[in-house]
């Protein structure tokens, strides 16, 4: 185990420009380069296909590494072979062994690394204690829930004590509520023992919750890595615009032009001032004008004017209802936007867009609201938290065109 | 035939229609006609030579037991322990051989194991006949002719090639996982293979082994060519009671009788193990 001066175990990992490509040319993953830091909990997400399982099995050492490299503590870890990474890994499929008992499956890989049968039984049954296994140990893997397998498998990978757990989709083969409840735990237990986590995933919830940061996949390309905030406030990309949040950001062609005391983006029917501190925020945005931009608003900044009287009528826009979906806590609200939608080039499979007769915006408004489904509907528009990206790039406008996919990578050293 | 592949599901229950009825008394029918020559055989045995050779053949006889005295006076003993350690011997050499290489064939594939899967099989494609003449002078040759060594490197041969593709189809149904998670684990070849894949596959495992217990034990054509009195095997002990003059069919089948009844019985209990099958509870 690499250890630093004082003891303390090392357990920083960082990919440096690693890339993936198998036998047939295909390429998983394309110049990877990410710092995690020790003791952190990192979400890897993104649409299947994306490269973040294959990144995951790099780092286990299930995957050979094709380009670049990967360092675990300070320590390159190309060829050293998995069981001498010190690494643990959870498997979407639990892969128990179902021949062994729930103790047998926590023993194996300390009996292989040759630990004393005092130590070994009290890893098992502090790690049956934390998770609840107590009264399992005798069982086989089929005489179990689903729950319960993904604890032994959750167990398997803590009483190892490893400097890294691995995580696959670890929760994507329970039912919902068990899920929420689960990811819950995971979190919590990942905070007690501190070890760094990378957890891959495809559901952004999960990716939101859990993760101290967030790194964003598509088509084997990082697209961004961030804390779920900033992640959800200032997203790099129109892609990770789409991807993180439910309902999606809303996202359509627009023009900016100026207005008489502030820059007004123009869509559709609809004209919205921009807010002038958002403006300040995103000095970028002049560059802009009297050009394309595609407009992104996020469900949950548009309100029903009903309950926001005093705002002005360049924050607000006049529409009908369309459909109308009641959650209990939360209405949804779609209506028509009589503008082309737009979906970064490379986003597009993965991004609902409506075809001809215009863009749907969904928005998320109180549940009292009294919209009713085909009459008219006015809307009033946080300003302050539109996002724009740029129609060519689908890059966000910030400060400066062509800087915003870098900058949202992480350290390169410490 | 007594090996069932662990992957054929127990059939439901089904309601009792007449279709049904006709179709258990067909399946009864069919059975009773394969069965019915290993029937002959045990009665014979049991017969006196005159009633062994009468025509039409006779039901109702009086049971003797001096065929069996007679095979065992003919160094039955002999010939059991050689086909015992010959089939033991190759069943044994050809799953040592056989099972490293259908781990590799099945986890490790490359763009040629298609080629050599084809390029095992191939040597099964040749009648053993075409091959006897080269392998009697081979086998005088070297001193390998009429020992037990050659006659099980010679079975293991023949038995190779059934193994590797058993036991590669039986190693790649096994979910990928598990082999990971072992490895991430700690194991290595050694470990994967004696605590994680044999102990999963250990019903086909057990077919596999059976039915080349089985092409050993019955295996007549090299044996008789190859063998004479030092590694001669049952089948050979069987033909070696044909004479060209007198009555023979009795001792025969007696001496047939001996030598089937070791593989049925283990057929039987390979089966009772082998059907019990192993429900995976590892994935999902």
């Given at each position: 185990m690499v250890r630093d001066p004082k003891g303390a175990p090392v357990a920083e990992i960082e990919f440096q420009d690693v890339g993936k490509v198998y036998a047939d040319g295909t390429r998983a993953v394309d110049a990877l380069d990410l710092q995690i830091q020790d003791g952190e909990f990192m979400v890897f997400v993104g649409p299947s296909g994306c490269g973040k399982t294959t990144a995951l099995r790099m780092v286990a050492g299930l995957e050979e590494i094709s380009e670049g490299a990967i360092l675990i503590g300070d320590r390159v870890v190309n060829n050293v072979s998995p069981k001498d990474r010190d690494i643990a890994m959870v498997f979407q499929t639990y892969?128990?062994?179902?021949?062994?008992t729930v103790e047998e499956n926590l023993a194996f890989g300390l009996r292989l690394r040759k630990l004393t049968k005092t130590e070994i039984g009290r890893r098992v049954h502090a790690a049956a204690s934390t998770l609840g296994l107590e009264e399992f140990l005798q069982r086989k893997p089929r005489a179990l829930s689903g729950g319960q397998r993904q604890r032994v498998a959750m167990g398997r990978a803590i009483v190892r004590e490893p400097q890294v757990y691995l995580m696959d989709e670890?929760?994507?083969?329970?039912?919902a509520k068990l899920r929420v409840q689960m990811r819950a735990e995971i979190h919590k237990l990942q905070r007690e023992l501190g070890v760094t986590t990378i957890y891959v995933t495809h559901d952004q919830t999960e990716a939101m919750t859990m993760g101290d940061r967030v790194a964003v996949m598509l088509s084997g390309h990082l697209q961004q890595v961030d804390d779920p905030e900033r992640l959800y406030a200032?997203?790099?990309?129109q892609f990770v615009a789409g991807f993180i949040g439910s309902p999606a950001m809303n996202m359509t062609e627009a023009r900016l032009s100026r207005g008489d005391d502030a820059l007004i983006v123009n869509f559709g029917a609809h004209r919205l001032a921009v807010d002038p501190e958002l403006v300040a925020e995103r000095p970028a945005l002049a560059a802009y004008e009297n050009g394309k931009v595609v407009l992104g608003i996020r469900p949950?900044?548009?309100?029903?004017a009903a309950f926001t009287p005093e705002a002005p009528p360049e924050r607000s826009l006049d529409t009908v209802t369309g459909l109308r979906e009641a959650l209990g806590s939360e209405v949804l609200v779609h209506f028509s936007i009589a503008s082309s939608s737009s979906v970064a080039p490379d986003a597009s499979e993965f991004i609902e867009s409506v075809g001809d007769e215009g863009t749907i915006f969904v928005a998320r408004v109180h549940p009292q609201t009294r919209a009713r489904e085909g009459e008219s509907l006015r809307l009033v528009v946080n300003t302050k938290r539109l996002h724009f990206f740029d129609p060519e790039t689908g890059r966000a406008i910030f400060a400066e065109a062509g800087a915003q996919t870098r900058m949202t990578v992480g350290p390169r050293s410490v | 035939m007594s090996a069932v592949s662990p992957r054929v599901a127990v059939p439901k229950r089904p309601r009792v229609r007449p279709g049904a009825i006709s179709l258990t008394a067909l399946t009864y029918a069919i059975a009773l006609l394969v069965f019915f020559p290993v029937l002959w055989t045990v009665l014979t045995a049991f017969k006196k030579e005159a009633d062994a050779a009468a025509t039409p053949p006779t039901f109702f006889f009086h049971a003797t037991f001096a065929n069996f005295q007679a095979v065992f006076d003919a160094d039955y003993f002999t010939y059991f322990k050689n086909t015992l350690l010959l089939a033991g011997g190759s069943t044994l050499l050809a799953l040592v051989l056989g099972l490293p290489a259908a781990y590799s064939l099945a986890f490790h594939p490359s763009k040629h194991t298609p080629k050599v899967l084809s390029w095992v099989l191939?040597?099964?494609?040749?009648?053993?006949v075409g091959a006897l003449i080269p392998l009697v002078v081979i086998y005088k040759r070297v001193g390998l002719f009429d020992t037990r060594l050659g006659m099980i490197l010679l079975y293991a041969a023949f038995n190779l090639p059934l193994v590797i593709w058993m036991m590669r189809s039986f190693f790649a149904d096994l979910p990928k996982e598990i082999l990971e998670a072992s490895i991430v684990d700690g194991a290595g070849f050694f470990r994967i293979m004696t605590r994680i894949v044999l102990p999963l596959t250990a019903p086909g495992l057990a077919a596999t082994a059976l039915l080349s217990l089985i092409f050993s034990w019955n295996e007549f054509l090299l044996a008789v060519n190859l063998t004479a009195a030092n590694s001669g095997t049952l089948p050979v002990f069987i033909s070696g009671?044909?004479?060209?003059?007198?009555?023979?069919f009795a001792k025969m089948s007696a001496a047939s009788t001996l030598a089937v009844a070791p593989v049925i019985l283990a057929g039987w209990l390979a089966q009772r193990s082998l059907v019990r099958g192993l429900t995976f509870g590892a994935v999902k």
């Open positions: 892969a128990l062994y179902p021949h062994m670890p929760l994507s083969n329970l039912d200032r997203p790099a990309n949950e900044d548009f309100e029903d | 191939s040597t099964k494609m040749l009648p053993a009671f044909q004479t060209s003059e007198g009555l023979f």
